[in-house]
């Protein structure tokens, strides 16, 4: 079983940028689909971003459209989200999950695998 380690969140004003990484451990990532999470303080956990096991395919939230960026490197494990121009509703808790197959889209239900998650804080 995949285990998944967030990392790169942090306190960032408005405007400004991150990238957060998601390193897996245990298992090989390149076979999965991946995907980003938020949940923000007494609000549901929200999809952010999604990618396939090769990267060829993305998918956005309508907000993040133009802001965000997913990105993969199986060689290292890992996936990025890229986030510029960020604002403070942006503030939250980010997961990354593994999917059960080669593209988990939107649905969290489709994903198995779940970080312990990174904060995000952006200050206005």
């Known amino acids: 079983q995949v285990q998944l380690a967030e990392s790169g969140g942090g306190l960032v004003q408005a405007g400004g940028s991150l990238r957060l990484s998601c390193t897996a451990s245990g298992r090989a990532l390149s076979t999965y689909g991946m995907g980003w999470f938020r949940q923000a303080p007494k609000k549901d956990r929200q999809f952010v971003a999604a990618?396939?096991?090769?990267?060829?395919?993305?998918l956005y939230a309508d907000w993040g459209k133009g802001r965000f960026s997913i990105s993969r490197d199986n060689a290292r494990d890992t996936v990025y989200l890229q986030m510029n121009n960020l604002r403070p509703e942006d503030t939250a808790v980010y997961y990354c999950a593994a999917a059960g197959s080669g593209y988990g889209g939107s649905v969290d239900s489709h994903y198995y695998q779940w970080g312990q998650g990174t904060q995000v804080t952006v200050s206005s």
């Open positions: 990618i396939s096991w090769s990267g060829a395919n993305t």
